[in-house]
């Protein structure tokens, strides 16, 4: 059983033939410190793999399935990106937040741009973008070598 946001109905397919919940299993291998926002590095874990990656995880799973990011207006006024697909809204960072449930609804869209303005936003962006590329074409290669 997953636990973020809209994972009950993140049944879009992408390209490579994945949903969100595959990326999410993917991903929960690859988030890391170095991958976490700065200001929340401190209290990173591996126990709290999700915290600070909203933005960079958004924006890459925006590139596998196009679609939109919204922020959620966060008290200390930043905003928590998630992902909405042709009215399949997810979020695979949420579980960052326990047992508190974000509204989802009348959010700001997101701008890329805006957001990579941040040099080091943008590094932590490619960053997991290649980490991920390497988890996929390491799971491609042995599950090839598992059928040969």
């Known amino acids: ?57 958004a924006f890459l799973l925006q590139d596998l399935y196009g679609g939109t990011v919204y922020g959620v207006p966060l008290e200390d006024g930043n905003f928590h990106c998630f992902n909405e697909v ?21 959010c700001r869209r997101q701008d890329r741009k805006d957001h990579f303005v941040k040099e080091e936003k943008k590094q932590r962006y490619e960053l997991l973008k290649a980490r991920l590329a390497n988890a996929m074409a390491t799971k491609t290669a042995s599950e090839e070598n598992l059928s040969d």
Request: aromatic share 14%; with cysteine.
């Open 86 to 106: 042709d009215g399949c809204v997810f979020d695979l960072t949420s579980e960052q937040f326990g047992d508190v449930v974000l509204d989802y609804s009348n």
């Open 1 to 57: 059983m997953y636990r973020f946001y809209g994972w009950e109905t993140a049944d879009i397919i992408d390209a490579n033939g994945l949903t969100p919940r595959h990326y999410y299993d993917l991903l929960s291998d690859i988030w890391c410190a170095d991958t976490c926002a700065p200001r929340m590095r401190k209290d990173w874990t591996k126990d709290k793999r999700t915290l600070g990656q909203c933005s960079i995880t």
